[in-house]
């Protein structure tokens, strides 16, 4: 799967008219081709970008820009954290509490109890896994994954919580593939483009064919698992598209 491109418009929409040279560098080169190239991920730069800021001392609305940034490219409360103890080390402690400020309002609204997630974790017998870090832009909310099986059919549980769904997206296939889901936990929702949503429970099996829209993830109000078995298929790829829209998922029960 292609690596989503980045776009970057804040440069012509703050100093187009006063610098438009500054801004076509910040924008098209920096975002548009720097932040584009191959070899590193978008969550890899962040990591990179955010270090190498609070090293120069630099804890204004340029990092906060950033960390903004790095969580949207998947890097969860407790990775920013376990990062800016490291950093504290060797950027300096002055800089590191002002980091710490700034990441703490950026991830204000990430604070999962963990005595909730643990008794989540009781009602099932399959793991919760790590942060889903690697897809986390592709998610609206914080979802965990724990792989089963990489033998025969690769298939994993993915935990959602209250109110997480992934984007829109089609398995892709030349001949077969497509995807199974099998309810482990909790309540969630599946929906096909132009369907009305399915309600998930503990065992209900979904069987998503190749070439279909659809998105699939937990109720407003509960925790919600499901088993996710890749089938196999020729030249097989997921394609994500657009997020869930908040006036769709409102008007589910």
């Known amino acids: 799967m292609a690596q989503e491109k980045i776009t970057q418009t804040a440069g012509h929409t703050t ?20 932040w584009n190239r191959a070899g590193l991920s978008p969550r890899d730069r962040s990591m990179i970008t955010v270090a190498t800021l609070i090293g120069k001392g630099v ?28 950093i ?12 710490f400020r700034l990441a703490k309002e950026v991830w204000a609204e990430d604070t999962v109890s963990n005595d909730e997630l643990e008794e989540f974790q009781q009602g099932m017998i399959f793991p919760v896994g790590e942060p889903n870090t690697a897809y986390a ?7 965990w994954l724990a792989p089963i099986s990489t033998e025969q059919v690769p298939f994993s549980n993915v935990t959602f919580e209250p109110g ?24 969630g929702w599946y929906q096909e483009e132009g369907k009305p949503a399915v309600e998930i429970l503990p065992g209900t099996v979904i069987n998503i064919p190749s070439g279909v829209k659809h998105w ?6 509960c925790w ?30």
Not at 88 to 93: L, V
Not at 137 to 143: Q, V
Not at 216 to 221: E, F, L, R, V
């Open 216 to 221: 699939h993830g937990a109720a407003k109000d």
């Open 137 to 143: 832009r592709y998610f609206s909310g914080r979802s």
């Open 88 to 99: 504290a080390f060797y950027a300096g402690w002055p800089n590191a509490w002002g980091a």
């Open 15 to 34: 100093l187009g008219d006063f610098a438009p040279k500054f801004a076509e560098l910040n924008d098209d080169v920096l975002f548009g081709e720097v």
């Open 164 to 187: 997480c769904r992934n984007n829109w997206h089609v398995h892709r296939a030349a001949k077969g593939g497509g995807q199974m889901l099998v309810g482990v936990a909790g309540r």
């Open 224 to 253: 919600f698992a499901h088993l996710a078995f890749e089938v196999p298929g020729e030249d097989a790829a997921n394609e994500w598209l657009e997020p869930v829209s908040e006036e769709q998922y409102r008007q589910l029960p």
């Open 59 to 86: 804890i204004d609305s340029s990092l906060t820009h950033h960390l903004q940034f790095a969580k949207s490219n998947g890097i969860t409360r407790h990775e920013i954290s376990e990062m800016l103890t490291h």
